[in-house]
């Protein structure tokens, strides 16, 4: 059992940056950023794999959202910049997906954290 706690969160406002931080509790393998907004389902972010370091991110966050990860801490950051209202969301840090092919899929991961706010203000 992993356990994920994610910290970084708050109010900024638009156009501001924020970095959020998961640090796990033992090895994981893919791990991964998603958000839910009030009323709307939970989303994929970004992911970075483990044994190589490629990611993917989501097309919304291309350009202003940066996943890095340090294996030997077990840690994987989310680096937030230009910052849109749209960006307000509660963020999970999820862990081990199945595949890499299903990557984006929250059902695909085992580990998750308890979440983390993000709000940007207009």
């Known amino acids: 059992q992993v356990q994920l706690v994610e910290s970084g969160g708050g109010l900024v406002q638009a156009g501001d940056s924020l970095r959020l931080s998961c640090a796990a509790s033992?090895?994981?393998?893919?791990m991964a950023w998603f958000r839910q907004a009030p009323g709307k389902e939970r989303e994929f972010v970004a992911v970075?794999?483990?044994?190589?370091?490629?990611?993917d991110y989501a097309d919304s966050v291309k350009g202003r959202f940066t996943i890095s990860r340090d294996n030997a801490k077990n840690t994987v950051n989310l680096q937030m910049s230009s910052l849109k209202p749209e960006d307000t969301a509660v963020y999970y840090c999820?862990?081990?997906?199945?595949?890499?092919?299903?990557?984006?899929?929250?059902?695909?991961?085992?580990?998750w954290g308890q979440g983390t706010q993000v709000t940007v203000s207009s």
């Open positions: 999820a862990a081990d997906s199945a595949t890499w092919g299903r990557r984006t899929l929250p059902a695909s991961y085992i580990y």
């Open positions: 033992g090895r994981t393998f893919n």
């Open positions: 970075i794999r483990g044994s190589d370091g490629r990611f």
